[in-house]
């Protein structure tokens, strides 16, 4: 599956470590944080304000991902 994307996006950096120990060489280099330096907080068991602020936070940065 990371052979055919342009880009990879990963929500936080404990799945970006996974996801380069998967990739080859072709396809590190399309592996990027979605959030410069920061992780996406994972509401899950969290409660519902949790999954707002998760939705707000990617909607917010949506725009510079997308062409």
């Not at 052979?3 to 590190?28: S, Y």
């Amino acid at each position: 599956m990371l052979a055919w994307a342009d880009t990879v996006l990963a929500m936080d950096n404990d799945v970006l470590k996974e996801l380069h120990e998967l990739a080859d060489e072709q396809a590190a280099p399309k592996l990027r944080l979605y959030l410069d330096g920061q992780d996406v907080h994972d509401p899950w068991e969290d409660a519902y304000p949790a999954f707002l602020i998760c939705v707000k936070t990617i909607q917010a940065d949506a725009d510079r991902h997308l062409a």
